[in-house]
């Protein structure tokens, strides 16, 4: 397939481009294979036009036209028949709804240039193909392609957790991707536990998802692995392997919790279906809590929901929120929250291992244990550390970024496999931002980044659905890395949190409902306009990064004070 086949009309003039809190712009509109171009008009002698818009068209989400003002001429030299009529004094609106969020409003001259665009903008942004999206033809000059890929191997976290225990092992059992197909080639199992009973394990979990190691908690040494639902049917098979695999984790008289993240019902409705549950005769070390948390289908219109509600201008505080409770988005945020402070409880507190699973364990399990370790552990705070665990439990944890992101929220299409689960861990993420200000080194930047880049990428760190699909399209050999992107040094300070005071402790959250708030900064980002919070960080980031190094720890250390100690903050005052 050749783009231009799917370019009806390339370039149009005199285009009025129009975007919530900016002023519009006229100019010329041009469609290329991957991006759609605004240049506004020259201010006269010949000066080039500024660039008013850079869309990547995979960002668009939905396309709606409209058009008005209809007429039929006879071009002039025609001799009158009906198929020299053309259509005069015709133009059209086409309004595009971006995965980011963004809406933007193109006026066009002409109603079949308006049709043309249209059809065009549609058909490149449903191009499903992994190979012909623009991650495979973009090349920065400041990077190069092998940057970035190879920030945060698997042997480097082991040797971290090896430094302190010898109960583990790197298993390189799904080298060819054979044991399971969406399972990095290597993974951390316990160390007791051979090859082969691996791949014996692996037929009995769906997916061929069998338990393994997913963070290691130093202070007490317990671990939290994940795994998919076990395929024990409705006549209660067992796999001895598997019984073993978990037992290994627990020495005698220990206990470990296994965190299903459905309802006691959908897993027993799965045994049916040949899925289900770890028996307690087969696994009497184990207990298990059900924690349902929505994937899938109700997630993804819960969703689609809160935006109609963010961009519904016209109603009633009391409407406004009605509509924010009945979307149940910040229920899902509260749930989620709540079952990785679980997670993290039973390893802090009760000193106990933790097995985490759903059904297929590539959405709700991997939210839970990516939150987890959060909460618990100081290093994936950093911003190379959260890098790091995105890498490791999202990415090469096989979460299948390709069907989750393929829609957003404004998408006219039939549902299918989409859901925001990642946009829900980054909400969750933002909560604990919000409520430990000084305890992450990043900022809201790097999540609204990390939201964009995952639904529409120059980049191909979120291309793809797990590390097999991305060998297959060789990712890694033809894309650029986001990571190399945002670790470079003019980038990284970018979304860098200035008051970020490293937190060696446990943070445990609030999940009252009072302390889950709607995240304004995604939600409201193109409705209303941030200047005077821009401004206030910058102000910030100012006072803290001053150029006499003791001046930037007493700056720092004072608004520290200042805004969590709510008497400094009278005292300020006064």
């Given at each position: 397939?050749?783009?231009?086949?799917?370019?009806?009309?390339?370039?149009?003039?005199?285009?009025?481009?129009?975007?919530?809190?900016?002023?519009?712009?006229?100019?010329?509109?041009?469609?290329?294979?991957?991006?759609?171009?605004?240049?506004?008009?020259?201010?006269?002698?010949?000066?080039?036009?500024?660039?008013?818009?850079?869309?990547?068209?995979?960002?668009?989400?939905?396309?709606?036209?409209?058009?008005?003002?209809?007429?039929?001429?006879?071009?002039?030299?025609?001799?009158?028949?009906?198929?020299?009529?053309?259509?005069?004094?015709s133009s059209g609106t086409i309004t595009l709804r971006c995965k980011d969020l963004k809406v933007l409003q193109l006026e066009i001259p002409g109603m079949e240039e308006c049709l043309n665009i249209a059809s065009s903008i549609e058909a490149l942004s449903s191009v499903d193909s992994v190979m012909m999206m623009y991650p495979f033809f973009y090349r920065p000059q400041s990077l190069k392609l092998e940057e970035g890929w190879h920030l945060f191997p698997l042997e480097q976290y082991f040797q971290q957790i090896a430094s302190q225990t010898s109960q583990w092992r790197l298993s390189d059992v799904n080298r060819d991707f054979t044991t399971c197909p969406t399972y990095p080639p290597a993974v951390i199992v316990p160390a007791a536990v051979d090859d082969d009973a691996l791949r014996k394990a692996a037929r009995f979990r769906q997916g061929g998802r069998f338990p393994i190691l997913s963070y290691y908690h130093p202070k007490n040494g317990t671990a939290m692995l994940r795994s998919s639902q076990p395929l024990t049917g409705p006549n209660r098979k067992r796999c001895r392997e598997d019984e073993m695999l978990l037992g290994t984790v627990l020495d005698e008289g220990e206990r470990g919790f296994i965190i299903d993240t459905r309802s006691a019902q959908a897993a027993k409705q799965a045994r049916m279906t040949g899925g289900g549950t770890e028996p307690k005769s087969s696994y009497p070390q184990w207990r298990r809590l059900h924690r349902p948390l929505e994937r899938g289908r109700p997630l993804q219109e819960s969703f689609i929901k809160l935006v109609e509600a963010c961009n519904d201008t016209s109603i009633s505080m009391d409407r406004w929120l009605s509509r924010l409770e009945s979307c149940r988005w910040l229920s899902h945020v509260k749930a989620a929250l709540s079952t990785a402070c679980l997670a993290a409880q039973c390893m802090d507190r009760e000193e106990a291992s933790v097995l985490v699973h759903g059904a297929e364990g590539t959405d709700t399990t991997l939210l839970v244990t990516a939150l987890a370790q959060v909460i618990l552990d100081p290093s994936c705070r950093t911003l190379v550390g959260f890098q790091g665990l995105l890498e490791r439990e999202w990415i090469e944890a096989g979460h299948p970024f390709h069907l989750r992101c393929a829609r957003s929220a404004y998408s006219h299409a039939r549902l299918k496999q989409e859901a925001p689960l990642f946009l829900l861990f980054l909400d969750c993420v933002w909560q604990l931002s919000r409520q430990f200000p000084f305890s992450l080194e990043f900022g809201e930047r790097l999540l609204l980044t990390l939201f964009d880049n995952a639904y529409a990428s120059a980049y191909?760190?979120?291309?793809?659905?797990?590390?097999?699909?991305?060998?297959?399209?060789?990712?890694?050999?033809?894309?650029?890395?986001?990571?190399?992107?945002?670790?470079?040094?003019?980038?990284?300070?970018?979304?860098?949190?200035?008051?970020?005071?490293?937190?060696?402790?446990?943070?445990?959250?609030?999940?009252?409902?009072?302390?889950?708030?709607?995240?304004?900064?995604?939600?409201?980002?193109w409705i209303r306009s941030s200047q005077y919070l821009d401004e206030a960080w910058a102000e910030i980031q100012r006072l803290v990064q001053g150029n006499d190094s003791p001046a930037k720890e007493s700056a720092g250390n004072r608004l520290s004070r200042s805004l969590s100690d709510p008497a400094a903050r009278t005292e300020n005052e006064r």
């Open positions: 397939m050749e783009f231009s086949e799917l370019i009806k009309t390339a370039t149009v003039e005199s285009v009025l481009l129009s975007c919530a809190g900016l002023p519009a712009v006229k100019g010329t509109l041009c469609i290329t294979s991957h991006h759609l171009l605004l240049s506004s008009c020259p201010g006269g002698d010949a000066q080039p036009g500024t660039v008013e818009l850079w869309l990547l068209i995979r960002n668009v989400d939905a396309v709606e036209k409209r058009v008005q003002n209809l007429g039929w001429y006879q071009p002039p030299g025609t001799n009158g028949s009906p198929r020299d009529t053309r259509l005069a004094g191909g760190t979120f291309l793809c659905n797990n590390e097999k699909e991305r060998c297959l399209c060789k990712v890694k050999e033809s894309t650029h890395s986001l990571w190399a992107w945002l670790n470079q040094p003019g980038e990284r300070k970018k979304y860098l949190n200035p008051l970020y005071s490293p937190n060696a402790l446990v943070i445990w959250p609030s999940v009252e409902p009072q302390s889950i708030q709607l995240w304004q900064g995604l939600f409201f980002r």
